[in-house]
């Protein structure tokens, strides 16, 4: 794939679009929190975040470091498999937690470039 985000930062806003996290590289910031979700990614350059999440619209924004620009891919996954705690989307790619806090991990994997 041409055009990747070699160095990407991962936002996290709340449905009023106010920051709540950011990241850039996992290692830094969270690293013990994101190890321990199992979906750890797997290059240090990738960004993830760990998050409690209350019912509510959020939204994930990635963009490169220094302003960079580039293709990249966002993961989400529910760290609690019980029903009570669920993710939905939208068709804008907003995504929203229903019924209860509902922990997440969010992060970015390293695409190739072809």
Not at 1 to 9: E, F, I, K, N
Not at 62 to 77: I, M
Not at 79 to 96: E, F, Q, T
């Amino acid at each position: 794939m041409s055009g990747v985000l070699l160095d990407p930062v991962l936002e996290l806003h709340d449905g009023q679009g106010s920051l709540i996290f950011q990241n850039d590289n996992w290692r830094s910031d969270q690293e013990q929190q994101i190890i321990d979700s199992t979906v750890p990614p797997l290059n240090d350059k990738e960004a993830a975040i760990v998050a409690t999440l209350p019912p509510g619209a959020y939204t994930a924004i990635v963009h490169g470091t220094g302003s960079t620009t580039g293709v990249a891919l966002v993961e989400v996954y529910s760290l609690d498999p019980s029903p009570r705690h669920r993710l939905r989307r939208n068709d804008y790619g907003i995504w929203y937690t229903s019924t209860s806090a509902t922990p997440v991990v969010l992060f970015l994997p390293r695409m190739t470039a072809v």
